[in-house]
């Protein structure tokens, strides 16, 4: 079974809604109830933040701070994490008008928020998700990287490089520099990127397709089949790496003339589609019931939970926004059996406790009521 990993103490300084707040925890899940915009996403949101990036919301960070607030915002948190205790503290500060986010390990300055995936993995399901299948293809790449990444943290600098090469090569095809050995260094870098990040999304899903076919869910939540498209469909992905980043640089070299005129790379792991099907009724999930849609995602988050709790040893912290406001009390009890079974620490929302009853004593209870916390 895996290791749990779980938060003990949280403070926020001028954290969205909150001026102040501080949270003592057990390793028990959490179930934050209030109002609606009492602050409950609002704290699960800093939690977010204790892992890269933008945090559930992809807050651009000046508008995270407190509004009227002097400064930036903090996040401090202690926790028992992958490599034991540790003292996080994150925020923000402005420097020369420029918002940075900073982040210290025990104290000690650290160079790069990737830093974090060392002590904990986040995962987050919230209400804004529940489009994921008749959203755009943007949003679905977007939320299958957050899965790779989950798994392996060097996912999200190869795909920051790629789009950097990405964009400088459309610069230079749109101001018609074709600058032969310019263009050709930088489409040697799109390819080895590119194909990186081809494989590692086609090995995260062969790893989480695996899992779903193993599983027997007692949830009862539907199976979801789960392919990729958009990108070099016409070649295997088991072959060789150094032929598919060939393969690649050679359409780059020949689409110059066409991506200059469309003023964008047309082909490339940035054209890349997540596809989703309901098994049991072999139906495209865009296609389902809002209800169908809603427990296909649910099932595929948790079965993602399971996956890197069973590739990284550790079981993730799980952010459930608002998870139980449409499942019916059976349901919901067999839901937080099987997020109880992933042995980590979860967050979860709700306007009613009620909703939980069936948690019981495996949850600590927390209100919410206008940034502030109440026992």
């Known amino acids: ?55 559930l919301r992809r807050a651009v960070l000046p508008e995270v701070a407190r509004a009227g607030a002097a400064g930036g915002f903090s996040i401090f948190a202690s926790l028992e994490g992958m490599s034991g205790d540790v003292e996080m503290g994150t925020g923000t500060e402005v420097q020369d008008d420029t918002t940075v986010r900073r982040l210290r390990l025990n104290g000690a300055p650290s160079r790069s928020v990737d830093d974090l995936t060392d002590h904990l993995r986040v995962l987050w399901l919230t209400p804004s ?66 194909i990186a990040m081809a494989l590692a999304r086609h090995e995260m899903m062969r790893l989480l397709s695996s899992l779903i076919d193993q599983s027997r869910d007692p949830s009862g939540f539907p199976v979801a089949d789960l392919a990729l498209a958009g990108f070099l469909d016409d070649v295997g992905m088991d072959t060789p790496a150094i032929d598919l980043e060939d393969l690649y640089r050679e359409r780059l070299a ?55 709790a069973t590739m990284t040893g550790f079981a993730p912290i799980l952010l459930l926004d608002e998870i139980a406001a449409h499942l019916d009390e059976g349901r919901r009890a067999s839901l937080f059996d099987r997020i109880d079974a992933l042995g980590g620490q979860a967050f979860m929302t709700g306007t009613d406790a009620q909703m939980f009853s069936s948690l019981g004593s495996r949850a600590q209870f927390v209100g919410v009521d206008d940034g502030q916390l109440l026992p």
């Open 254 to 308: 020949a689409n110059r003339g066409r991506d200059a005129a469309a003023s964008r790379t047309l082909e490339g792991p940035h054209r890349s589609d997540l596809l989703v099907r309901h098994r049991d009724k072999d139906m495209d999930a865009a296609r389902c019931s809002t209800g169908e849609q809603k427990a296909l995602l649910v099932g595929l988050i948790l079965a993602h939970a399971e996956l890197v």
């Open 129 to 194: 998700m529940d489009g994921l299948f008749t959203g755009s293809s943007s949003e679905r790449r977007r939320f299958l990287d957050r899965l790779v990444l989950s798994i392996d943290p060097a996912h999200g600098r190869r795909a920051s490089d790629f789009e950097r090469a990405m964009r400088s090569r459309n610069r230079l095809l749109g101001e018609g520099r074709f600058d032969p050995s310019w263009l050709s260094g930088l489409e040697q870098q799109m390819a080895a990127l590119g």
């Open 1 to 55: 079974m895996a290791q749990k990993t779980f938060i003990t103490r949280l403070k926020l300084t001028d954290f969205r809604n909150y001026a102040q707040a501080s949270l003592t925890l057990d390793g028990r899940h959490v179930v934050l109830t209030g109002n609606n915009g009492s602050g409950k996403t609002n704290l699960m949101e800093a939690v977010s933040f204790l892992s890269p990036g933008r945090g």
